[in-house]
């Protein structure tokens, strides 16, 4: 049986991670790998994180299973987070998952089973796993123009062209802030544009959130997310806890079924439950439950709120500080949009071959589309690799 096995196209993005690791110059910068890292380079634990683990040890009895949706009282806090109250939690189904990954699994497995017509319509660019596992389940994927090369913001016109060639029943999969890889995001009257026209063509919407708290703040992040819920008939949404609570490797995620008639609320309920049995029975509970932990407690969530807006503003920082030094260095405004964008990362445009040059001459490591994760700076390096765009060409 395994001499029939076939080898899988290598992940371009862990390739490079290896590459960053051998290279031996003491000067090389990563800004490939998208997790979040401090001034040091280092992936921090939240101080609050560290709190809610130390009250879950001390607490916690049991290491028995929760249930096939995972600890209802980590989907309420999820759900009150991600929605406020924009939709009643009554309409509301979801069930844990290991990470947004998981979720957005766990997200198409439901639309093929409900719907194996359907076609979902991605941005152009999306994060490669999307399109990684449509391809994976067989799914017919269509994209829609996102990304405007020229201006690096939102192509809208021809966003909404795009979708305007969806059929009733196909899915638009839309990020919900800070869009990987471009960070260019969609301004709030966009979102009801774009909320008009899924419901005169009658599509399903399907937003993955996974940097909430990382763009412009916890409840202005949401601000899409919350409006397309309130104001479609039904739609999917995948979150991700990896970020803005730093758990990455808890795999804490979540999915949402959405639907205007509470009616259908436990036909989405079961589903998902049935889904998560099917996959990996009882989702991962030791991160969901730490964040449960401080989205329950009013000082743990303060001091979490409050290491988040750091975070946040010293991306914005260095954001700035790297649009500033470019246009100081090439005397032009040109690269202005970085400071716009929100998020960990920005689409910079420039050609693979250039994008390959900064990492053979300069030791500069991004994906070879030119998203480079801005958390991977810190202020002492934005000189450097400022000088290494101009030099390259960009």
């Known amino acids: 049986m395994f001499e029939n096995l076939k080898a899988q196209p290598a992940d371009k993005i862990l390739a490079l991670m290896q590459m960053y690791k051998d290279d031996p110059r003491s000067d090389k910068i990563d800004l490939g790998v998208g997790v979040y890292k401090n001034a040091e380079g280092v992936t921090p634990v939240m101080r609050a994180v560290k709190a809610a683990e130390k009250i879950v040890w001390e607490q916690q009895e049991s290491k028995s299973y929760t249930g096939l949706i995972g600890d209802p009282a980590y989907s309420d806090a999820m759900i009150k987070l991600i929605l406020g109250d924009a939709v009643q939690r009554a309409n509301v189904g979801a069930a844990a998952t290991p990470g947004g990954t998981g979720a957005c699994r766990q997200a198409f497995e439901l639309i093929k089973m409900a719907s194996p017509e359907a076609r979902v319509f991605v941005s152009d660019p999306t994060w490669p796993n999307h399109i990684s596992i449509l391809n994976y389940l067989g799914m017919t994927m269509v994209p829609y123009r996102y990304f405007d090369a020229d201006s690096r913001g939102v192509d809208f016109e021809g966003m909404l062209v795009d979708l305007g060639q969806a059929r009733a029943g196909d899915v638009v999969l839309l990020h919900g802030c800070c869009h990987n890889p471009t960070g260019a995001n969609l301004n709030l009257s966009q979102w009801r544009e774009v909320v008009k026209l899924i419901n005169a063509k009658g599509l399903v919407a399907m937003i993955d959130i996974a940097y909430q708290g990382f763009g412009d703040g916890l409840e202005e992040d949401a601000q899409g997310t919350r409006l397309v819920a309130s104001s479609v008939k039904e739609c999917l949404i995948a979150a991700s806890c990896s970020k803005n609570f730093g758990v990455y490797r808890e795999r804490t ?142």
């Open 253 to 394: 995620g979540l999915l949402m079924a959405v639907s205007q008639d509470s009616g259908q609320t436990a036909l989405n309920q079961a589903t998902l439950a049935f889904l998560n049995r099917q996959n990996y029975s009882f989702p991962p509970d030791h991160g969901a439950r730490v964040v449960t932990t401080i989205l329950n407690d009013d000082a743990l969530r303060a001091d979490w709120m409050a290491e988040l807006e750091e975070i946040r503003l010293s991306m914005l920082g260095l954001r700035q500080q790297l649009a500033d030094e470019l246009q100081r260095l090439s005397g032009s405004d040109r690269f202005s949009f970085i400071a716009q964008h929100r998020g960990m990362f920005s689409r910079i445009g420039a050609a693979p071959e250039l994008v390959e040059k900064l990492r053979t001459e300069f030791g500069i490591y991004m994906v070879g589309d030119s998203r480079m994760n801005i958390a991977g700076l810190n202020a002492q390096t934005v000189p450097i690799l400022a000088k290494a765009i101009i030099d390259a060409g960009i």
